[in-house]
């Protein structure tokens, strides 16, 4: 009986949704819609003028709009003034209820591209955006200025110097500072720096110059404002740092400050410093003029330092059309992993050639736009500029874009592990670019794609699956990179192949084979959890996490083969075997618990933890086996 009145609803439930998907909103705003007509998709096989005849709602079909579907657009034949909004609503939803309609909708006119054109005036003159697709980032994901943790992102544009007052644009401010008073007050080593850093006297005082002015507003000047130009982001804070200087230890001193403010706001939980992901620099030195990294060691190590605590440099090369792997350049030639180096390319996805633009597959990272590009210059006013000075900002903002659209359990992961996390958004932005035939051989990646770049950022899901009677197949090297978690289920590795994969988040491995000399490379900035995998003939499986790494239910490692394991936080070990002359390695900041292990015919176990060592149950080594305990 309780089947029955269960299955009497349901039936009830399913008819009321039914009716409810044929026509289920009653529109009233004609604006939206063409008020004469409809779209109304019938059952197939019915004939529409018959239908239209036959209906009584006074309709006649107008034109066959998909005829696989039996789609066809109606008009009315009455004219507006002889039926209310009201009529023709209940006419809408006689028709929905008719047995021959499969439903029926208003025909509406309020459908847009899916991008966001600013409104600002001179908008018109900036070919850059559409190029990379940043109207569409703006519509899809953010417009900038703020992660979903609350920090106000900053990119630091070191450079010749600014216009503070340009009405189009949102310097960013030290309101721990008190300006002009003469004293550090917010303790950070630098008396008066409310408006930024002066490298080139030591003071907080930031003179107008033209070059900074035009670097900045195409990393952040404001956008949709009904003014000037649209930056790459609309409401990003600029950190001005004059020091592109020719005199390298005020290079130097404008980086360190960019170094303390952020490692400041590490420190602080963000109560003071600033969250500067990006620094911009549009200077350097040619090789011409002795510009050889060898001879720079400081330079480059800043970059390092800078990645240390969470900051991606954006470094332009020489405009000149050199081959930067040849002959060398700082700083784009620095061989720093938190650098990236930039050329210069024009509106027809070339080089550019005129003045020239540096390039090279082992130093030059990315193409961006840098020719004829419009942006604010002093005293509120714009101007076109062209150089590699002009493609650098728009990697630096693409940067900024980024964090912008994170989910709020990234950012705080960044916060936790910054300088991995650095590195991993440079993959993604890199990942992201276009590949163009015309940079093969110049570039190591392509030209930047914004759309591609802050798509990657918002860190959905990775999941690489195959079935039990079908897995999925890895048999040439494959790189995987992720700010979200990463799912693999029967998944084989084989042939000498490496897959490797890295994410922000979590990877999750069930039902994996890696054999015949191959490879395998986790690497998590959450946790890590195996279940049901076999590594064998020589194969080897290398497990790095900055949380908790987890393994259980029956995993081999077999025939000669390698498991290492690496955790920042536990390593909880449950059903390994470890035989035929294998290794497992197995170290951990925090513990180490063993149970349901077997190391058997000359294979090793290694177990090393800064906490414990824990072996519960069920644990054997034997057949001239090693178990060796360490910390």
């Not at 404001?222 to 649209?230: A, F, L, T």
């Not at 005129?354 to 990272?365: E, F, K, R, S």
């Not at 003939?537 to 995993?555: E, K, Q, Y």
């Amino acid at each position: 009986m309780k089947k029955t009145f269960f299955i009497v609803i349901a039936v009830l439930f399913t008819h009321s949704m039914q009716a409810q998907n044929r026509f289920s909103y009653v529109e009233r705003d004609t604006a939206f819609f063409v008020e004469k007509e409809l779209i109304i998709r019938l059952e197939p096989g019915v004939d529409a003028k018959e239908f239209a005849a036959n209906s009584q709602q006074k309709i006649v079909p107008k034109r066959l709009l998909a005829e696989s579907w039996n789609t066809w657009l109606f008009e009315f034949t009455d004219s507006k003034e002889q039926r209310s909004m009201e009529e023709r609503n209940v006419r809408m939803s006689n028709l929905a209820s008719n047995a021959n309609v499969r439903h029926v909708q208003n025909s509406h006119t309020n459908i847009t591209l899916r991008s966001l054109i600013p409104n600002d005036t001179h908008y018109n003159l900036q070919w850059a955006p559409a190029k990379i697709g940043l109207p569409e980032v703006w519509d899809e994901f953010t417009t900038g200025g703020v992660t979903a943790d609350g920090d106000e992102i900053v990119v630091a544009v070191i450079d010749d110097g600014f216009d503070l007052n340009h009405t189009d644009m949102n310097f960013w401010k030290n309101i721990h500072e008190i300006p002009n008073n003469g004293i550090d007050d917010d303790n950070n080593g630098y008396i008066d720096d409310y408006d930024g850093w002066n490298a080139y006297n030591q003071t907080g005082t930031i003179y107008v110059n033209y070059h900074g002015t035009h670097v900045a507003g195409i990393v952040g000047a404001i956008g949709n404002n009904k003014k000037g130009v649209s930056g790459v982001n609309w409401n990003v804070g600029i950190l001005p740092v004059a020091g592109s200087s020719g005199y390298e230890p005020t290079v130097v001193e404008a980086y360190h400050y960019v170094y303390k403010m952020r490692k400041l706001y590490n420190e602080t939980n963000g109560q003071k410093g600033a969250f500067i992901v990006a620094t911009n620099s549009s200077f350097g030195v040619d090789w011409d003029y002795g510009g050889i990294p060898a001879n720079y060691p400081e330079w480059c190590a800043m970059y390092d330092d800078l990645g240390s605590v969470g900051i991606l440099s954006c470094a332009a090369t020489a405009n000149a059309n050199w081959n930067i792997d040849q002959v060398g350049d700082v700083p784009t030639a620095c061989s720093s992993p938190f650098l990236i180096s930039v050329t210069n390319t024009t509106s027809a996805d070339v080089k550019n050639t005129v003045p020239g633009a540096g390039y090279g597959v082992n130093t030059i990272d990315i193409g961006a736009p840098g020719t004829n590009i419009y942006s604010t210059i002093p005293y509120s006013t714009y101007g076109y500029d062209t150089g590699t000075s002009m493609a650098t900002p728009h990697v630096a903002g693409v940067i900024a874009l980024m964090y912008a659209a994170m989910p709020q359990s990234i950012i705080q992961t960044y916060k936790r592990v910054p300088a991995n996390f650095a590195l991993l958004v440079k993959q993604l932005l890199l990942d992201g670019a276009d590949r163009i035939l015309s940079l093969n051989g110049l570039v190591a990646s392509g030209r930047l794609n914004a759309y591609n770049a802050v798509n990657a950022a918002t860190c959905s899901t990775i999941n690489l699956t195959g079935t039990i009677s079908a897995p999925h197949l890895v048999n040439s090297n494959k790189s995987i990179v992720s700010c979200g978690d990463i799912n693999v289920q029967h998944v084989v590795v084989a042939n000498g192949t490496t897959l490797t994969m890295k994410t922000a988040g979590n990877i999750d491995i069930q039902d994996m084979v890696v054999y015949n000399n191959s490879s395998l490379i986790l690497e998590a900035a959450g946790n890590i959890d195996i279940q049901g995998v076999e590594i064998t003939d020589g194969s080897t499986m290398t497990s790095d996490a900055d949380g908790d790494i987890n393994v259980r239910d029956v995993l081999y490692v077999d025939y000669y083969s390698e498991l290492i394991l690496k955790a920042a936080g536990d390593i909880d070990i449950q059903g390994v075997e470890v035989f035929y002359g294998s290794t497992m390695d197995s170290y951990a900041d925090g513990d180490i618990n063993v149970r349901e292990v077997y190391v058997i015919n000359n294979s090793k176990l290694i177990l090393k933890a800064a906490g414990n060592v824990t072996i519960e149950r069920d644990f054997e080594v034997e057949l001239g086996s090693e178990l060796e305990i360490q910390k």
